[in-house]
């Protein structure tokens, strides 16, 4: 394994909504053998119909992983904290 493929790049699709900029730069990250994964907040409603409109996009560039995240809301002063 080479040094770039231990390194991995995240991208947060939802967060740029999706721009095919930001999927031409996933596409070249991957032709330069950087290991990469795509990451979301916990499958959000309103992304899903992208999030798997694009799996094949993100399976031609190369992705690795696909990062479901379950975010977590701090709220000062919440009772318990």
Do not use: C
């Not at 991208?11 to 900029?21: G, L, R, T, V, Y």
């Not at 990250?29 to 795509?38: A, P, Q």
């Not at 999030?51 to 318990?80: A, C, Q, T």
């Amino acid at each position: 394994m080479t040094l770039l493929e231990e390194i991995e790049i995240s991208f947060h699709q939802s967060a740029f909504d999706f721009s095919e900029n930001v999927l031409k730069n996933m596409d070249k990250t991957g032709k330069r053998s950087f290991r990469m994964s795509v990451e979301e907040t916990l499958y959000p409603p309103h992304h899903r119909e992208a999030l798997l409109n694009h799996m094949g996009v993100f399976e031609d560039s190369g992705v690795y992983h696909l990062k479901l995240k379950e975010p977590r809301v701090f709220i000062p002063g919440w009772p318990g904290r």
